[in-house]
C-alpha cells in the first residue's frame, strides 16, 4: 500500500527525488511523510503534510534542502533532495497517519519498505 523508490548513490551536493506511491482508497486524506534511520542511529522524522497541503513541516537538519510535495491525481507523495550529505545516506521510508503532522516514530502506523540514498563524500 506504500511503495517507495528513487534511492540510490549520489555525490555530496547532489541531488535525489524519492517518490511513495500510495493506495488512494486506503490514504488519500492521510497525512503522508518520510522517515529516515542512518546505520546505527534511531529512526527520525524527515518531512511530512497534511493530505491539502495547507501544513508541511521539516525536520531542521533538512530545512531549506528538501521539499515534499504530492501529486493526488498520481497517489504519489515525492521528496525532492538538494545539496546532500554524507549524513544524509539512511534508508528512507514514507509513512502515512490519521490526523495531523506529528513528528514520532509511534504515530504513524503505516510505513512502507525502505529506499536507500547512500551520500558519498
Known amino acids: 500500500q506504500l511503495q517507495a523508490s528513487g534511492g540510490g548513490l549520489v555525490q555530496a551536493s547532489g541531488s535525489l527525488r524519492l517518490s511513495c506511491a500510495f493506495d488512494?482508497?486506503?490514504?488519500?486524506?492521510?497525512?503522508k511523510g518520510w522517515f529516515r534511520q542512518s546505520p546505527g542511529k534511531e529512526r527520525e522524522f524527515v518531512a511530512a503534510?497534511?493530505?491539502?497541503?495547507?501544513?508541511?513541516s521539516y525536520a531542521d537538519s533538512v530545512k531549506g534542502r528538501f521539499t515534499l510535495t504530492s501529486d493526488m491525481a498520481k497517489n504519489t507523495l515525492y521528496l525532492q533532495m538538494t545539496s546532500l550529505e554524507p549524513s544524509d545516506t539512511a534508508a528512507y521510508y514514507c509513512?502515512?497517519?490519521?490526523?495531523?503532522?506529528?513528528?514520532?516514530?509511534?504515530?504513524?502506523?503505516?510505513w512502507g519498505q525502505g529506499t536507500l540514498v547512500t551520500v558519498s563524500s
Open positions: 509513512v502515512v497517519r490519521d490526523g495531523g503532522i506529528k513528528m514520532s516514530v509511534r504515530d504513524y502506523p503505516h
Open positions: 488512494g482508497h486506503t490514504f488519500l486524506r492521510q497525512t
Open positions: 503534510n497534511t493530505w491539502n497541503g495547507r501544513s508541511t
